[in-house]
């Protein structure tokens, strides 16, 4: 996966692929398989708007339950892509709503977004160079 995108813009600031995401991590849950790596990157592309709406709806609507299943379900999805900071405050936020800190959850759905601001653009250019060949990093 390093090999295939060498760095991406980020609000016009450069950041190497292996800023956002573990490589390594990535490239075990796909075994090598392109076309899961493709399937992963487009379906959490499709369903993170939904995701994230969730989270947010449950924050404004003060629903602590809501907020922990969303952060973690949201979690499960950035853990994919071995996304370590983001992964981290998904987490942060889903311990803050199981202990009902709806407070500190806002804040760190707050760190969640920047990190998700980060991860998106990575996934969107790793989409983007999909190759034609079957072993784009082999």
Known sequence: IDKLVSSVSNAGK???????????????RVGGDT??????????????????QNLRDALAHSDAQKLKRAAHTLKGAISVFGAQAAHQAAERVEQLADTGNLAQAA????????????????????????????????
């Open 14 to 28: 450069e950041e190497t692929l292996a800023s956002v995401l573990d490589c390594e991590e990535f490239r075990k």
């Open 107 to 138: 804040e760190a759905v707050i760190q969640l977004e920047r990190e998700l601001d980060r991860l998106q653009p990575t996934l969107h250019s790793l989409e983007a160079s999909k190759p034609t060949d079957s072993k784009p990093w082999a």
């Open 35 to 52: 076309k899961l790596l493709y399937e992963l990157i487009d379906v959490f592309l499709a369903d993170l708007p939904q995701l994230w």
